[in-house]
């Protein structure tokens, strides 16, 4: 089992930066890839970003290249996301989701936290 819990989230303006954090205990992220989502409200959960735990490889959505940089810290046990230059389109509810798989769908992550509000005011 892993539990993860995100935080970090809040209100900002238009071009502003966040970073989100995200605490995972219960075992040892070594095998797994932790992916963050969004879900704008009205809309499906869409992929953000992935990493790699072991390798710390990531990979993007478009909408996040250039942007957003998922990283970890291996001590803390904690996957974070940078954003930067946001845009009122970036609001949404922040996921944090740890999976066994390479995947951008929802349905191959196995854990969840509950999830950050981010708020982007034009």
């Known amino acids: 089992q892993v539990q993860l819990v995100e935080s970090g989230g809040g209100l900002v303006q238009a071009g502003g930066s966040l970073r989100l954090s995200c605490a995972a205990s219960?075992?040892?992220?070594?095998?797994?890839?932790m992916a963050w989502f969004r879900q704008a409200p009205g809309k499906e959960r869409q992929f953000v970003a992935r990493l790699r735990w072991s390798s710390g490889s990531t990979y993007y959505a478009d909408s996040a290249k250039g942007r957003f940089t998922i990283s970890k810290d291996n001590a803390k046990n904690t996957v974070y996301l940078q954003m930067n230059s946001l845009k009122p389109e970036d609001t949404a509810v922040y996921y944090c989701?740890?999976?066994?798989?390479?995947?951008?769908?929802?349905?191959?992550?196995?854990?969840w936290g509950q999830g950050t509000e981010v708020t982007v005011s034009s």
């Open positions: 219960g075992r040892t992220l070594g095998d797994y890839y």
């Open positions: 989701a740890a999976g066994w798989v390479i995947s951008t769908v929802t349905s191959s992550y196995e854990y």
